[in-house]
């Protein structure tokens, strides 16, 4: 047998052996050391002088000293300590409330609220577990059939690994060498467009087939007001903002009033709450700061927005560059037009404000404000260039911590849980790395790639063709792998054909990112159906949690061509952020 035949022979034996149960790592470097032992073979020397065991060295090494995994373990700790933390209850009841007048609310918020926490910790188990317990039961008793239920949680769970800051990112940057901070750039939209059409997908099944998620009866949908706060509105105005204000002008009147804990409403507690319907207005003001700040003052944007009439100035230029040509007119109408639209907006909110609304906007910003702040501003300072990847997720585990120590949720035993987890999860990354670059050395050596490459460029192929066979073929890879081996294993073998076909390494790998999402919702292996079985109900079978999760594959094949149509959902941002 040629060497060439050998790598194949590689190659299919660990998709054998992986299939069969065996550990990946371990798998990989255990065929790599015997295939290698014979690529190596010199009969001249002694068989511990074989190279194979100095390449096994130089790949551990190289896999210890890898900046971009770093982050991984910080990233990782983040999501675990939220997890444990048990943040998702309160978040998941008010984006419920939020939305209740929506068809198939239910389903519309656990999307919701899965893709929020993909975006907080980036863990598609946990997610899937924890909406599971908090949201399956709710679908089941409100009369949701099982499979419309079953495969909104298991696909909304997978959102994790594909919204950053996510795992597999960082894993398929360093196996292609590309940034990381690009990868999550270009994986921002597409995430949330994703998530988009899972939602588009719920509601239009909802009014098509009203049964299948029946409207939730008043009470559930009842936004509860305090007493207290229904006193002040009878004390002062209907519209909560006119009262708050009085209030604070005024305070004779609110100190008649009692509170929760039967004490007399104390100036505070009025500046407090009066703050919180403040939100949105300060959120509103942060943001459209924050967007003349980096436009305007920070730098100049590039070619890409030239149609807004901004001067490109090729990436993030110096401030006195800028200075000197600045936005162009489009780019001031623009920002005038918006903000003029979102101050109407908020006129309109609080002229309309009245107790049940000021209650919502308290559940929502005690529940979702505090995670919200956290992971926006973790992921901000990355793709602003703040900070590296690293370092952000430093303050983010520490965010993550303080967040969980201030709700009074997190004790020892979880903290213990959440580190041991944490390890645990890193050790198998890592070791991964190891085992996927010693057996990619050993194959390359054989000649197995050389070979795999020869054969695809003798199908001449157009890059559009060759896409769409790299993409098929990790689709139907994701049937029996999970997403750790296709992106070790199988994207290098993809990735040094990408220049021959003029093909963007990002555009692919956030291709990839979306088709992965697939690995989770396809049987056999389908982590995500023994997640949720392993939480849901006696009564529910893996066959119905199998058969819900069915439509959400069609739908990420559908954002698959949608995003190679218009590739722009995936460089826009980067190219705009960093120019190039």
């Known amino acids: 047998m040629s060497d060439p035949a050998l790598g194949l022979l590689m190659l299919g034996l660990i998709v054998i052996a992986i299939?069969?149960?065996?550990?990946?790592?371990?798998?990989?470097?255990?065929?790599?050391?015997?295939?290698?032992?014979?690529?190596?073979?010199?009969?001249?020397q002694f068989w511990w002088d074989n190279r194979v065991f100095d390449l096994m060295v130089q790949r551990t090494y190289g896999a210890m000293t890898n900046d971009v995994l770093i982050s991984i373990p910080l990233f990782v700790l983040m999501g675990y300590v939220m997890e444990r933390g048990a943040l998702v209850d309160k978040m998941f009841y008010s984006v419920q409330l939020s939305f209740s007048r929506l068809p198939a609310s239910l389903a519309v918020a656990t999307l919701i609220v899965c893709a929020f926490w993909g975006l907080a910790s980036g863990l598609v188990g946990a997610v899937v577990v924890l909406m599971g317990v908090i949201a399956f039961n709710p679908m089941l008793r409100a009369g949701y059939d099982v499979k419309l239920a079953a495969g909104v949680i298991t696909a909304g769970g997978t959102l994790g690994i594909l919204i950053p800051p996510s795992v597999m990112i960082i894993v398929y940057a360093a196996v292609a060498g590309q940034s990381v901070v690009k990868l999550y750039a270009a994986a921002m939209f597409p995430g949330f467009f994703l998530a988009?059409?899972?939602?588009?997908?719920?509601?239009?099944?909802?009014?098509?087939?009203?049964?299948?998620?029946?409207?939730?009866?008043?009470?559930?949908?009842?936004?509860?007001?305090?007493?207290?706060?229904?006193?002040?509105r009878a004390a002062y105005s209907s519209n909560m903002m006119r009262t708050f204000l009085s209030a604070l002008a005024s305070?004779?009147?609110?100190?008649?009033?009692?509170?929760?804990?039967?004490?007399?409403?104390?100036?505070?507690?009025?500046?407090?709450?009066?703050?919180?319907?403040?939100?949105?207005?300060?959120?509103?003001?942060?943001?459209?700061?924050?967007?003349?700040?980096?436009?305007?003052?920070?730098r100049a944007p590039t070619e890409e927005i030239e149609a807004l009439g901004l001067q490109p100035l090729g990436g993030a230029a110096p401030v006195e560059a800028e200075a000197a040509s600045g936005p162009g007119t489009g780019f001031y109408v623009t920002f005038a037009t918006v903000a003029v639209l979102?101050?109407?907006?908020?006129?309109?909110?609080?002229?309309?404000?009245?107790?049940?609304?000021?209650?919502?906007?308290?559940?929502?910003?005690?529940?979702?404000?505090?995670?919200?702040?956290?992971?926006?501003?973790?992921?901000?300072?990355?793709?602003?260039?703040?900070?590296?990847?690293?370092?952000?997720?430093?303050?983010?585990?520490?965010?993550?911590?303080?967040?969980?120590?201030?709700a009074r949720?997190?004790?020892?035993?979880?903290?213990?849980?959440?580190?041991?987890?944490?390890?645990?999860?890193?050790?198998?990354?890592?070791?991964?790395?190891?085992?996927?670059?010693?057996?990619?050395?050993?194959?390359?050596?054989?000649?197995?790639?050389?070979?795999?490459?020869?054969?695809?460029?003798?199908?001449?192929?157009?890059?559009?063709?060759?896409?769409?066979?790299?993409?098929?073929?990790i689709f139907i890879l994701g049937w029996p792998l999970e997403w750790t081996e296709i992106i070790i294993i199988f994207v290098p073998i993809f990735l040094p054909l990408l220049k021959h076909f003029g093909i963007d390494p990002i555009l692919w790998g956030v291709l990839v990112f979306v088709n992965l999402q697939a690995a989770f919702l396809s049987p056999p292996v389908a982590m995500s159906a023994f997640y949720l079985k392993g939480v849901a109900p006696p009564h529910v079978t893996i066959n119905q949690i199998f058969a819900g999760m069915m439509p959400y594959m069609l739908v990420v094949i559908l954002c698959m061509v949608i995003m190679y149509l218009w590739p722009g959902i995936v460089l826009w941002l980067p190219t705009w952020l960093y120019g190039g």
């Open 251 to 298: 305070p004779a009147r609110a100190r008649a009033v009692k509170s929760e804990d039967g004490t007399p409403l104390s100036y505070g507690a009025l500046a407090g709450n009066f703050l919180i319907a403040l939100v949105p207005l300060a959120l509103v003001v942060a943001v459209l700061g924050l967007v003349w700040w980096y436009v305007v003052i920070h």
């Open 409 to 473: 949720t997190l004790d020892w035993k979880r903290t213990k849980e959440a580190v041991f987890l944490t390890a645990k999860t890193t050790a198998m990354v890592c070791w991964l790395f190891v085992g996927s670059a010693l057996f990619s050395a050993v194959f390359a050596v054989l000649g197995g790639q050389a070979l795999l490459e020869k054969w695809v460029l003798s199908l001449d192929l157009t890059p559009t063709q060759f896409m769409i066979l790299s993409q098929a073929i």
């Open 19 to 44: 299939m069969m149960g065996f550990p990946t790592a371990f798998t990989l470097m255990g065929l790599g050391i015997f295939f290698g032992f014979y690529a190596f073979y010199d009969p001249s």
């Open 196 to 232: 988009t059409l899972y939602i588009a997908y719920i509601i239009g099944r909802a009014l098509i087939q009203p049964s299948l998620a029946p409207p939730l009866p008043p009470e559930q949908t009842r936004v509860p007001v305090p007493d207290w706060l229904d006193r002040l």
């Open 342 to 406: 979102l101050a109407l907006m908020l006129a309109r909110y609080y002229w309309r404000m009245g107790a049940e609304r000021f209650a919502l906007l308290k559940l929502l910003a005690v529940s979702v404000l505090p995670i919200a702040v956290l992971s926006i501003s973790v992921l901000l300072v990355i793709l602003l260039g703040i900070t590296t990847a690293t370092e952000s997720a430093a303050v983010g585990s520490a965010g993550a911590f303080l967040l969980a120590l201030f």
